[in-house]
């Protein structure tokens, strides 16, 4: 089961948007609405911010939602906070009871 | 409140095994998935595999097929990740994280990894 391919990095001033792809094949992403994106500090446990694509669990903040498109699924933050700056992986149910996650993207806010 | 509380960080010769713990709390211990990820110096996060804690069903990457082995202990709502034949490869930062069982796929989470555990460093290293 090879990564789902993210850009390697991308970055944004204060208040502006950011969109991460998240691109898969028809066995993963494409076949299923199980995706879900996580943020990850360096040194905490990766958090939770989307889940079944597009949903946000309580807590988390609606600058961020996720979305899909074919074997593509994407996360859009609105909104650019300094706190958002964090590396960011997408990951999706591949079928057979497993999953693979994203090569991950490291978000700056300039 | 949730909470996973893993074991503390090891440091392994290469060939040897490692157990890693996860003790969960806050929750009922067999209403949820357990899965198994881990996170190399300057790589990305990889999955490896996934245990019912109701059944003890497992199922793992294919990468990690006859090395890794996941048991539960309903008794201490603890869960276990064991690797074998360690290699320098294996140095990394192992997690564990909760699931619900899926509504739609019988026998598997819904992808929704929460919470996660605080992380247990495994160096391997001669």
């Known amino acids: 089961q090879s990564a789902l391919t993210q850009p390697r990095s991308v970055s944004g001033s204060p208040g502006q948007s950011v969109t991460i792809s998240c691109t898969g094949t028809?066995?993963?992403?494409?076949?299923?609405?199980?995706v879900s994106w996580y943020q990850h500090h360096p040194g905490k446990a990766p958090k939770l911010m989307i889940y079944?694509?597009?949903k946000r669990p309580s807590g988390v903040p609606d600058r961020f939602s996720g979305s899909k498109s074919g074997n593509t699924a994407s996360l859009t933050i609105s909104g650019l906070q300094a706190e958002d700056e964090a590396d960011y992986y997408c990951c999706s149910y591949a079928g057979s009871y497993t999953y693979v996650f994203g090569t991950g993207t490291k978000v700056t806010v300039l | 409140q949730v909470q996973l509380v893993q074991s503390g960080a090891e440091v392994k010769k290469p060939g040897a095994s490692v157990k890693v713990s996860c003790k969960a709390s806050g929750y009922t211990f067999t209403s949820y998935y357990m899965h198994w990820v881990r996170q190399a110096p300057g790589q990305g996060l990889e999955w490896m595999g996934i245990?019912?804690?109701?059944?003890?069903?497992?199922n793992y990457a294919q990468k990690f097929q006859g090395r890794v082995t996941m048991t539960r202990d309903t008794s201490t709502s603890t869960v276990y990740m064991e690797l074998s034949s360690l290699r320098s490869e294996d140095t990394a930062v192992y997690y564990c994280?909760?699931?619900?069982?899926?509504?739609?796929?019988?026998?598997?989470?819904?992808?929704?990894?929460?919470?996660w555990g605080q992380g247990t460093l495994v160096t391997v290293s001669s």
């Open positions: 079944d694509v597009n």
């Open positions: 994280a909760r699931d619900p069982p899926s509504p739609n796929y019988y026998g598997s989470g819904s992808n929704k990894f929460d919470p």
């Open positions: 028809s066995s993963d992403v494409g076949g299923y609405n199980y």
């Open positions: 245990i019912n804690p109701s059944g003890g069903s497992t």
